[in-house]
């Protein structure tokens, strides 16, 4: 079944400390792999997309097909990052098509 | 420039109403999709349509149904509202395996 995990609920960091937010993914096929942001009180939007391979404020996301991952990563955290983060997936399998999130990773970014 | 709108913020409905939240969107999409987001549990696909008229069931349709009449504009119904469907409703459009384009939510309360 296709599914996307996100194992951290909640991550804390100090301002200039590296994040990762993990993301695996299980999928049968090529999925199309995203990670979205909702900063507060604003809608959902993308953040990056895996095909595009670029640097969203300071952000980039591996694919690794051999782990199933998609992890995003910032060397150097910043308060204005604390946010709610969701990896995605989207892709045909058996004739249906699919746009499915994980459970969401909070982002604390501490002073 | 507002791509998705979702017809309202907040609703307050009695148990056993007839609910419909709707959903338009201004950029040709082929595909929309109706979510809920739930703290913990991320964002959960109800149901999604591919075109006019078509639909398919998400990974929680039990208690939804869908109806996509004009190609812009997807209505999610819920047929007999339980307080167990209190929830942020999520809508989104998108072209097949690109960014998903979110509207502003809408919280519906279900006493």
Redesign the interface.
């Known amino acids: 079944a296709q599914r996307v995990t996100?194992p951290e609920?909640l991550l804390s960091v100090f301002k200039g400390a590296p994040v990762e937010l993990k993301c695996n993914y299980s999928y049968s096929g090529s999925p199309?792999l995203?990670w979205?942001v909702q900063y507060s009180r604003q809608?959902?939007?993308?953040l990056l997309?895996h095909i595009s391979r670029e640097s969203i404020k300071g952000f980039t996301a591996d694919l690794n097909k051999g782990e199933t991952s998609f992890h995003l990563k910032k060397p150097f955290a910043q308060e204005e990052d604390s946010a709610m983060y969701?990896c995605?997936l989207?892709?045909r399998t058996s004739g249906?098509?699919?746009?499915?999130?994980?459970?969401?990773t909070r982002l604390k970014v501490l002073a | 420039d507002v791509k998705v709108t979702q017809s309202s913020r907040y609703l307050v409905k009695r148990t056993g109403e007839k609910v419909f939240l709707e959903c338009v969107q201004d950029m040709d999409h082929e595909?929309m999709?109706w979510?809920r987001q739930d703290p913990?549990?991320?964002?959960?696909?109800i149901y999604?349509s591919?075109d006019v008229k078509m639909k398919?069931k998400g990974?929680i349709p039990e208690g939804y149904s869908v109806s996509r009449e004009k190609k812009e504009r997807f209505s999610l119904i819920l047929e007999s509202a339980s307080t167990n469907q209190t929830s942020m409703y999520?809508c989104?459009s998108?072209l097949?395996?690109?960014?998903?384009f979110?509207?502003?939510?809408t919280r519906l309360t279900v006493v």
Request: aromatic share 22%; charged share 20%; glycine share 14%.
């Open positions: 996100q609920k199309e995203f979205y809608r959902l939007q993308l997309r969701y995605a989207s892709g249906t098509y699919k746009y499915i999130f994980g459970t969401g | 595909n999709f979510y913990g549990l991320g964002l959960r696909l999604f591919y398919e990974d999520l989104a998108s097949m395996d690109t960014e998903a979110f509207g502003q939510g």
